[in-house]
C-alpha cells in the first residue's frame, strides 16, 4: 500500500521523481518498492549520483570487464554503462509512462557538465544520449548555462525531452521557459507532433538557501536572523509564478491549443541542508498542481515519516515572497550576486563529481585488465 502522505502529495498535483539510481537499486527491487509504497513515477539522476553509484565495483563488474577486453576508454564505459542503468529504468518506470499519457514514468539522464559552455557539444552529446538509450522516457538533461539555452531549442525542436537543469534565477528561469516555447515551434514548423515533447525545469531550492543564510549569519542587521531559512522557498515560490504567468501568455496558448505540453516546473535540491530547518521544507512549503519534487531517498522518507501535506502552499504566496526576497536585498546581500554564484559553483560541482566518476572508471578498467 503507498503511504499516506506521499499519497497526500500526489494528490495535489505534485509528481514524486526520486533523485538517485544504480543499478544495486534496479536489481534488488528498491525501486519497485518506492514506486509501489511511496508514489514514486520518475527518476533523475546527476554525475554525482552515478559517481556514488559506480563506486560499488562489484555490481558492473561484468560489463566493466566487457569493455575493458573491447579497449574502451574511460568516457565511452561510462556512457555505456550509465545509459544501460538508464535503460533498465525507462523500462521499470514504463507502465506509469503508459498510465500518464507520458506525462511521469520519465528517467533523466544529464550530458556532460565539462560540456555546460559548448553549445555545440551539448547538442551532440544529448542526441546520442537519447539513441543510446533508446526509451521514448528518457528525458535528457541540460543545465541552463547561457551556452545551454540554445542547445534547449535545438533538442526540443529535434523532439526530445528536456529535462533543464540547475536554474537558480528567476531572470534565468524565464530565457529557459523562453527556449522550450522557440524549440516547440521550430518542432511545430518541422511538422513533429507537439503532445509528445515533454519538458521540466529544474529549480533548486535549498542551495539558495546555504549561501544566503551564510551570508545573513555574517550580517550586523537586526532583521537577519529572521530571514534565515526562507529565501530559497521563496524563490522557488515566484519561480512558479513566472511558470503561471508564462504559460497563460498568447504565445504559449497558441502552443497549447496545438498539443504542446506544459514545462512542468521541478522542485530539485530539496534535502535540508541545515539541521536546524524541518526536514521536509522543501517538499511540504512547495505544494502546487503541475509540478514535480524529485527527492532523495532520505528526504522520500522524512516525508512519508512526518510529513504534513496541507494543501496548496504556493498560491497566494507571491506578495510575501517578494516581500521577503527584498528584506534580504535591505541588509545588503545582492540576490543576483547570490544567483550567479550558485550557477557558477553547480557547474563545478558537477565537474568534480565527473572526474570523480572518470578516476574510479579509470581504476575499475585497469582492474579488469
Avoid at 186 to 208: E, K, T, Y
Avoid at 223 to 245: C, M, T
Amino acid at each position: 500500500m503507498s503511504n499516506q502522505n506521499t499519497e497526500a502529495l500526489s494528490k495535489q498535483g505534485v509528481s514524486i521523481w526520486l533523485d538517485d539510481l544504480s543499478r544495486e537499486r534496479l536489481e534488488s527491487g528498491s525501486l519497485a518498492e518506492l514506486v509501489a509504497e511511496r508514489n514514486v513515477v520518475g527518476v533523475t539522476t546527476n554525475p554525482s549520483i552515478f559517481a556514488a553509484a559506480l563506486k560499488n565495483g562489484e555490481i558492473y563488474a561484468e560489463q566493466v570487464g566487457e569493455l575493458a577486453a573491447a579497449g574502451a576508454d574511460v568516457d565511452t564505459a561510462i556512457f555505456e554503462i550509465t545509459t544501460e542503468d538508464v535503460r533498465r529504468a525507462c523500462d521499470a518506470m514504463r507502465p506509469i509512462y503508459d498510465a500518464t499519457n507520458g506525462v511521469d514514468g520519465r528517467v533523466s539522464i544529464e550530458v556532460s557538465p565539462l560540456l555546460a559552455d559548448d553549445t555545440d557539444g551539448t547538442i551532440a552529446e544529448a542526441l546520442a544520449l537519447y539513441e543510446k538509450v533508446d526509451r521514448e522516457n528518457v528525458m535528457i538533461k541540460i543545465p541552463a548555462t547561457r551556452a545551454g539555452l540554445p542547445a534547449i531549442t535545438a533538442v526540443t525542436a529535434a523532439g526530445i525531452s528536456v529535462n533543464v537543469t540547475l536554474i537558480f534565477s528567476l531572470s534565468r528561469y524565464r530565457e529557459v521557459i523562453n527556449a522550450y516555447l522557440t524549440g516547440l515551434e521550430q518542432a511545430r514548423d518541422a511538422g513533429r507532433d507537439l503532445s509528445r515533447i515533454h519538458s521540466v525545469a529544474s529549480f533548486f531550492v535549498s542551495r539558495a538557501d546555504v549561501e544566503i543564510d551564510r551570508r545573513l549569519d555574517e550580517s550586523d542587521a537586526p532583521e537577519a536572523a529572521e530571514l534565515r531559512g526562507r529565501a530559497g522557498v521563496a524563490n522557488a515560490q515566484l519561480a512558479y509564478q513566472v511558470f503561471e504567468q508564462s504559460f497563460d501568455s498568447e504565445r504559449a496558448r497558441v502552443l497549447l491549443d496545438e498539443g504542446a505540453r506544459l514545462q512542468r516546473p521541478l522542485w530539485a535540491s530539496t534535502g535540508v541542508k541545515d539541521p536546524t530547518l524541518p526536514d521536509t521544507l522543501y517538499v511540504v512549503e512547495l505544494v502546487a498542481p503541475n509540478t514535480v519534487n524529485t527527492m532523495p531517498e532520505k528526504t522520500l522518507e522524512a516525508l512519508a515519516d512526518h510529513g504534513e501535506v496541507r494543501g496548496n502552499t504556493v498560491a497566494e504566496t507571491y506578495h510575501d515572497a517578494n516581500k521577503l526576497l527584498d528584506a534580504v536585498d535591505s541588509v545588503g546581500i545582492s540576490y543576483n550576486e547570490v544567483v550567479d554564484l550558485l550557477e557558477r559553483e553547480g557547474v563545478d560541482k558537477f565537474n568534480v563529481a565527473w572526474k570523480e566518476l572518470q578516476q574510479t572508471v579509470a581504476d575499475q578498467l585497469d582492474a579488469a585488465k
